[in-house]
């Protein structure tokens, strides 16, 4: 894993403490300084209402933001804008997080050098995917982000937290290769109950549910042609399921980090935890896994 400031994060973090974001470390006192200083330049300077109004202070608004620096579309065309509007701003400030964050380096390097062993034994010694870490020294201590990118033909998975943790480090390679097979959740969602794996109360509050739009049908099959919104959990929260229960499980993760996930609503990681024990997969036979723990968790619709 490779190591990279990326001033775009800082900047959008600017933003989100100039909009009351205040989910940092607060035992981290040089963060809490540095926070406190741009919160203050923040209330002395004239900030854009309307780029203001795209920085939201729930989580996953901060996600969202944060891997709009590496998958801009037409939701985020504007970001340029907005990081050079922060940025004229809160310039002042960069060379002192850059201090910041590199003194941390060489901290961080005992967790990165840990996560070589499981990644070594999950994917193969010549097949660990490539990976980079951003960090964001604002972002809550225990959040993690991730973004897939393919740059040249190589896909790169971008790790985006306040420090790298072994499990984080795990958990966000493992989803994009969970990526791979997300057509054998997608269907095993049509004809079973997403509820087998996650608490879907839970998943609401973590942005895991979908509304969707569908016909309102009248009586005697006469179409009333009005549109009704139903809501469904998303595949992606099955996804999210296997990629903490994996990554817990292959960094030796104990049971009370197990719980941890459980009591988060991802109900099914107990389970997928123990056919990883009998089942031994690796990531050329994660798809033939995956398959297994459906078939044996599936909860009819």
Not at 126 to 141: E, G, R
Request: hydrophobic residues 40%; proline residues 3%.
């Amino acid at each position: 894993m490779r190591i990279k400031n990326n001033p775009k994060i800082f900047y959008l973090a600017c933003g989100l403490l100039a909009n009351g974001y205040t989910q940092y470390d607060h035992d981290d006192a040089e963060i809490v300084a540095l926070a406190k200083k741009i919160q203050e330049a923040a209330q002395q300077a004239t900030l854009d209402a309307e780029i203001m109004q795209w920085f939201d202070s729930e989580a996953a608004g901060q996600a969202m933001q944060m891997a709009a620096v590496y998958t801009e579309d037409a939701k985020t065309s504007n970001l340029n804008d907005i990081v050079a509007s922060m940025e004229s701003i809160f310039r002042g400030f960069w060379k002192e997080y850059c201090g910041i964050m590199f003194a941390r380096t060489n901290g961080w390097m005992p967790e990165i050098e840990a996560a070589r062993r499981p990644l070594r034994e999950f994917f193969g010694r010549d097949n660990i995917p490539n990976m980079v870490l951003s960090a964001n020294l604002f972002a809550s201590p225990g959040s993690t982000d991730f973004v897939n990118i393919s740059d040249g033909g190589a896909d790169t998975t971008i790790h985006i937290a306040c420090k790298p943790d072994m499990e984080g480090i795990l958990r966000g390679v493992l989803r994009t290769t969970l990526t791979q097979h997300s057509e054998k959740i997608v269907a095993f969602c049509v004809d079973n109950s997403a509820k087998a794996f996650v608490d879907a109360e839970k998943m609401q509050e973590l942005g895991y549910i979908l509304v969707v739009e569908v016909d309102d049908d009248g009586e005697d099959g006469e179409p009333e042609h009005d549109i009704a919104e139903t809501t469904t959990i998303s595949p992606l929260a099955i996804e999210e399921c296997f990629a903490r229960a994996l990554s817990t499980v292959l960094t030796g993760g104990s049971d009370e980090r197990q719980q941890l996930h459980i009591g988060e609503g991802f109900t099914a990681l107990a389970d997928i935890v123990k056919y990883y024990e009998e089942h031994r997969p690796r990531a050329d036979s994660l798809g033939d896994f995956i398959d297994i723990v459906l078939k044996g968790v599936a909860l009819p619709v």
